[in-house]
C-alpha cells in the first residue's frame, strides 16, 4: 500500500491565490522530505529538501519566497505556493525515505497534485 | 558531474514478450544506488526495483529485472511477459551516497494486445 499521502490531489485557484500541499508519510517517520515539480512528458525536477524542524534546501533556480515549505511534523511536510500564477501550473509530487522499508535510499512517492492556475 | 541518461522516448512491445530499457548514468562517486520508478497516468512514482553499486549480482524483483553493468555505467530494466498494465513512463534514478536523486527523461512504454 501506498506510504506517503498527498493531499489535495488535484487543484484548481485564480491567479494570485496561495495553495498548500499538504504531504505526509504514513506509518514511519520521516526526517527528511523532498518535493518535485514535473511538466507534461517531463521528468522529475528536484524544488527542495524539506528537513523537519529546519529550513528547507532549495534547488539552484527555485524562489525560496515562492515556494514556502514548512516541515512541522517527523510525518508531515507542506508546500505553499504563494501568489500562484498560470506559470506556476504543474505537477507537484513529494517523497520520503522509509529506512525500515525496502532498498536503502529508496524514495517513497506520494500520488502527487495537479495544480491549475487560472 | 552526475547525469542519467535514457536514449529511448517510446518502446513498443507485444504483450506477454520482453522488453528492455536502457540507463545510463554518469558519476565520480564509487558509491551510489540505482533504481527504476513506474509511473503510470495517475501521475504515482511506483517504486520497481533498486541496485547497489557494490552488488555484484543484479537485482531482480518478479517480473523486472536490472541488467546492470558497472563498467559501462548501463543498469537496463528489463520486464518479462509484459502486461497491458505495464504501459507507462519508465524513469531511471540514481543517488550517489549522501545526495540526491537525479532522473532520467524517461522511456514511454506502450504495451500492445
Known amino acids: 500500500g501506498a506510504v506517503v499521502s498527498q493531499h489535495p490531489s488535484w487543484v484548481i485557484c485564480k491567479s494570485g491565490t496561495s495553495v498548500k500541499i499538504e504531504c505526509r508519510s504514513l506509518d514511519f517517520q520521516a526526517t527528511t522530505m523532498f518535493w518535485y515539480r514535473q511538466f507534461p512528458k517531463q521528468s522529475l525536477m528536484l524544488m527542495a529538501t524539506?528537513?523537519?524542524?529546519?529550513?528547507?534546501?532549495?534547488e539552484q533556480g527555485v524562489e525560496k519566497d515562492k515556494f514556502l515549505i514548512n516541515h512541522a511534523s517527523l510525518t508531515l511536510s507542506t508546500l505553499t505556493v504563494t501568489s500562484a500564477h498560470p506559470e506556476d501550473s504543474s505537477f507537484y509530487i513529494c517523497s520520503a525515505r522509509d529506512r525500515k522499508r525496502g532498498p536503502q535510499e529508496t524514495q517513497y512517492f506520494g500520488p502527487g497534485t495537479r495544480l491549475l492556475v487560472l | 558531474a552526475q547525469k542519467i541518461t535514457q536514449t529511448q522516448p517510446g518502446m513498443f512491445v507485444q504483450e506477454k514478450e520482453a522488453v528492455t530499457l536502457d540507463c545510463t548514468y554518469d558519476?565520480?562517486?564509487?558509491?551510489?544506488?540505482l533504481f527504476w520508478y513506474k509511473q503510470p497516468s495517475s501521475g504515482e512514482m511506483i517504486f520497481l526495483i533498486y541496485q547497489g553499486s557494490y552488488d555484484e549480482q543484479n537485482a531482480t524483483e518478479g517480473r523486472y529485472s536490472l541488467n546492470f553493468q558497472k563498467a559501462r555505467k548501463s543498469a537496463n530494466l528489463v520486464i518479462s511477459a509484459s502486461q497491458l498494465g505495464d504501459s507507462a513512463m519508465y524513469f531511471c534514478a540514481m543517488r550517489p551516497i549522501f545526495n540526491k536523486f537525479y532522473f532520467g527523461s524517461g522511456t514511454k512504454l506502450n504495451v500492445k494486445p
Open positions: 524539506s528537513n523537519e524542524g529546519s529550513k528547507a534546501t532549495y
Open positions: 558519476t565520480s562517486d564509487q558509491s551510489y544506488g
